[in-house]
């Protein structure tokens, strides 16, 4: 590949990639506007039912994470991707227009089932354009996608919720993946050999680099023995309880901001904070991980220091708002560090016959831990009717992912 020279992967493939993923959070995350924006009042929703509604998209992504990963890898990223946009925009346009409970547990539960397989199979197709020195840096700025929409989202949710009510901002909100979709179709290729905008001298080199990658990982047979490996077990397992700290946060956070008598205008605009503070975070670290050619040591202190902040946010308590908010600040920067590094560490121990479905079997396990955070810090948040007890939870949880990354074997990323 051509030195010296800014490659069309990174100026047109990366950033399409980026938007697609920016647009499925913003579909995930706004409900917790919509929470606090008077949404269960205007329903007669209950605080448990509340709950559920927030966690049942976890659930459907769950469920349905390791068939469209496999699809996703054996058939077409693309084809899945470009009909996940449109489902997903439909299901979240739905949000507003519903006003049945048990029609919006299903609209909810449907939209995780779209978005189910958008994360593993970007990360495949990511695995078949950076080579193993970029791959941090490209999963960051793929999951940096995921603070950057929750930072303008968050300012866009507070302004059209308070303007125009929370059903009009579920609406508007639903349509740019369906727009977008048609976008992705045109610019994205499943494989370098495909993409006619990438110079031809750059498309062989690119492909040689990576088969030459695949033959320096320990060959697995197949997605069984994959699932056995006690690497992908114990992942699956970090990722789980990383997932608490994280979603617990995400989902509920404007409505524990709502807890110290704000507008929503202003919680549009306190929530945007930490997601900046994400952004930087996610690529520094990254890059540093790339440059050092180490993962672990990207992954398991960041988790460490969120947990900390989660409890140092515990012990101010409701009377200490800002404080406890630049704890929160902190703990958010902290919990999505890691993310570039963490899925770079899973690409570079596992050949690629069985990525697709290890990386969707981790994050399944990570969809699990969404829902069960969410769904608790929903619980405690309401049985308790501040975030001390959920501050808790959440810093247990990323203490222990932390734990068992320490113990994992590290891998260098050459």
Known sequence: ?????????????????????????LDRANFSFGAAAGMARDLNITGDQSSLLGALFFLGYF??????????????VKKLIFAGLIGWGVLASAMGVISNIHLLYVARFLLGVVESAVLPALLILQARWYTRSERARANALLVIGNPATLLWMSVLSGYLASGLGWRMMFIIEGLPPII?????????????RDARWLEQGE????????????????????????????????????YFLWSVGVYGFVIWLPSILRMGQTSMIEIGWLSAVPYLVCIFAEYGVSAWSD?????????????????????GSYLMGPDHFWAGFVLLVIA?????APYGPFFAYIADSLPSNV????????????????????????????????????????????????????????????
């Open 1 to 25: 590949m051509e030195q010296g020279k800014v490659s069309r992967r990174w100026t047109t493939l990366l950033p399409v990639i980026f938007v697609t993923y920016s647009l499925a959070y």
């Open 63 to 76: 469920l349905f994470q390791i068939p469209g990963a496999i699809y996703a890898q054996r058939h077409s």
């Open 180 to 192: 977008w979709a048609f976008v992705w179709w045109r610019l994205v290729s499943d494989h370098p």
């Open 203 to 238: 498309r062989t080199a690119l492909e040689a680099a990576l088969t030459r990658e695949q033959g320096t990982i320990a060959p697995v047979k197949n997605y069984a023995a994959a699932f056995r490996s006690p690497r992908v077990l114990w992942l699956s397992a970090q």
């Open 291 to 311: 440059r050092i050619g180490r993962r672990k040591i990207a992954i398991w202190p960041p988790l460490l220091i969120g947990a900390l902040a989660f409890y």
């Open 332 to 336: 958010a920067g902290a919990m999505y």
């Open 355 to 414: 990525a697709g479905g290890a990386i969707a079997l981790i994050n399944s396990m990570g969809a699990l831990g969404s829902f069960a955070g969410s769904y608790a810090v929903g619980l405690l948040n309401d049985a308790t009717g501040n975030a001390g007890m959920s501050f808790l939870l959440m810093a247990g949880a990323l203490a222990i992912s932390s734990a068992i990354t320490v113990f994992l074997p590290e891998n260098r990323a050459g």
